[in-house]
T-cell receptor, first 114, second 111 residues
Framework: DAMVIQNPRYQVTQFGKPVTLSCSQTLNHNVMYWYQQKSSQAPKLLFHYYDKDFNNEADTPDNFQSRRPNTSFCFLDIRSPGLGDAAMYLC?????????????FGPGTRLTVT | DAKTTQPTSMDCAEGRAANLPCNHSTISGNEYVYWYRQIHSQGPQYIIHGLKNNETNEMASLIITEDRKSSTLILPHATLRDTAVYYCIVRSNFGNEKLTFGTGTRLTIIP
């Protein structure tokens, strides 16, 4: 089945130690998104790629970066994780941002910062 | 600013219809109403969307009031697997407007 895959499902990192989360998709969608979801809160968009064009949200900290080497893969890099960055990180895709805007979400990676 | 208002939580008996309300009194003419849900420890899942007409699919029905200031998501025969947080989102389909999730309604289906 076509899907959005996130690895790993659980990631533990140390305070200040860079960490990379990965997302892949078999849907061939041209838009990919990264959301942060803290405990008991709604998902919050960090940034998205429309094809190769990177779109950062205004309030996304500089500590968060992203790479999209090809259509299928997208990475979230946290350069110096703090305790406040502990959260579920959700990757999503959509065909485009046109009339029908269904986003397909992966299962998420739960990040713990020690 | 929040575009939608939803009750924090609701309970529904298994097998009954679950009716989830959403207020969006400031909705503009080009904005659609979307519903997503998030089952515990999973990513959100699209349910349905509409502009002004009532919509139905295999998962749910969406009833939008004539003035479009509120809507109701209906799960016709709720099962335990419908226990989730349900998000009502208002979004324009023009340009690159993002999905902005509000606090949602935590729906618990009671056996």
């Amino acid at each position: 089945d076509a899907m959005v895959i996130q690895n790993p499902r659980y990631q533990v990192t140390q305070f200040g130690k860079p960490v990379t989360l990965s997302c892949s998709q078999t849907l061939n969608h041209n838009v990919m998104y990264w959301y942060q979801q803290k405990s008991s809160q709604a998902p919050k968009l960090l940034f998205h790629y429309y094809d190769k064009d990177f779109n950062n949200e205004a309030d996304t900290p500089d500590n968060f970066q992203s790479r999209r080497p090809n259509t299928s893969f997208c990475f979230l890099d946290i350069r110096s994780p703090g305790l406040g960055d502990a959260a579920m990180y959700l990757c999503a895709t959509s065909r485009d941002q046109g009339v029908f805007y269904e986003q397909y979400f992966g299962p998420g990676t739960r990040l713990t910062v020690t | 600013d929040a575009k939608t208002t939803q009750p924090t939580s609701m309970d529904c008996a298994e097998g009954r219809a679950a009716n989830l309300p959403c207020n969006h009194s400031t909705i503009s003419g080009n904005e659609y109403v979307y519903w997503y849900r998030q089952i515990h420890s999973q990513g959100p899942q699209y349910i349905i969307h509409g502009l002004k007409n009532n919509e139905t699919n295999e998962m749910a029905s969406l009833i939008i009031t004539e003035d479009r200031k509120s809507s109701t998501l209906i799960l016709p025969h709720a099962t335990l697997r419908d226990t989730a947080v349900y998000y009502c989102i208002v979004r324009s389909n023009f340009g690159n407007e993002k999905l902005t999730f509000g606090t949602g309604t935590r729906l618990t289906i009671i056996p």
